[in-house]
């Protein structure tokens, strides 16, 4: 395993406590980073943090929906390491499995809040703090899903579709900073989302795959600690894949 090196970083991960979230964390620490993991649930960020086990790793309890609640912990993390240097939108919700026309109001906004407007408030407290710095890392969870449009996932494909051109503007604005801001689109992979779907829709995304299997959370991981370390420096607005072959543009 090949570890970037993210000595002296300072990294936010939301939703950092478990699947995506957790191995990003994890391998962030095995590079050298200080991590600071946003999540809601104490429990599971309690259980990372025993887990992983080290001095660089604490956690805050952050609800990403709320931008006060985004700005106290930022406000807190930069007087504590005095700077932030790499940021990953990571948390989202599944929402659920039925057709445009039987999807409830609720359930839809529910799922675009997470997984874009809370993308879009995280994005816009932490980049004053990159601006400050002329140095920043950014990188925004995304889905296969937002390039091709699972049937009966029509919300969650569309926040993820939402976060891929919240990426590319974001990073073009910032583009003549020493700020990169990409997003990454994997394929499904077996974690705790799961369990919001229906198994017909689990089988449906596999049929999709020509790889046939799953993404696996430690290449997405790595891939991630690729674009939040220095090595990355030319790379900004982009999206990369992780499909299993999925992809088609």
């Known amino acids: 395993m090949i570890n970037f090196d993210l000595k002296n970083k300072v990294a936010i991960v939301t939703g950092g406590a478990q699947g ?7 391998r962030f620490i095995q590079s050298g980073a200080k991590v600071i993991i946003w999540d809601i649930d104490e429990t599971e960020s309690k ?15 952050v609800d990403v929906c709320n931008i006060e609640n985004i700005n106290k912990n930022l406000n807190e993390i930069e007087k504590t390491h005095k700077k932030i240097d790499i940021f990953v ?9 039925t057709t445009v026309a039987e999807y409830p109001i609720e359930e ?6 997470l997984n874009l407007n809370a993308v879009f408030y995280c994005c816009k407290a932490v980049v004053p703090f990159m601006v400050k710095n002329n140095y920043g890392r950014i990188v925004n969870i995304a ?3 937002g390039k091709e449009g699972n049937p009966n996932a029509s919300a969650y494909s569309t926040s993820k579709a939402g976060v891929i051109g919240l990426t590319k503007s974001l990073g073009k604005e910032l583009a003549l900073k020493n700020i990169a801001v990409n997003c990454i689109t994997p394929a499904a992979a077996k974690t705790r989302i799961f369990d919001q779907m229906t198994e017909e829709h689990i089988n449906y995304m596999l049929s999709k795959i020509p790889r046939n299997k799953f993404a696996k959370v430690d290449e997405l991981a790595s891939l991630v600690a690729w674009l939040a370390s220095e090595e990355n420096s ?6 990369f894949d992780l499909s299993g072959g999925r992809a088609t543009y």
């Open 47 to 61: 259980k990372a943090i025993e887990k992983i086990n080290s001095e660089y790793l604490s956690y805050q309890i």
């Open 20 to 26: 995506f979230g957790l191995a990003i964390t994890e």
């Open 143 to 145: 889905s296969i899903a």
């Open 108 to 113: 839809w906004n529910k799922v675009i809040n």
């Open 89 to 97: 939108n990571n948390a989202g919700v599944a929402g659920m499995n």
């Open 234 to 239: 030319f790379s900004t607005a982009a999206v």
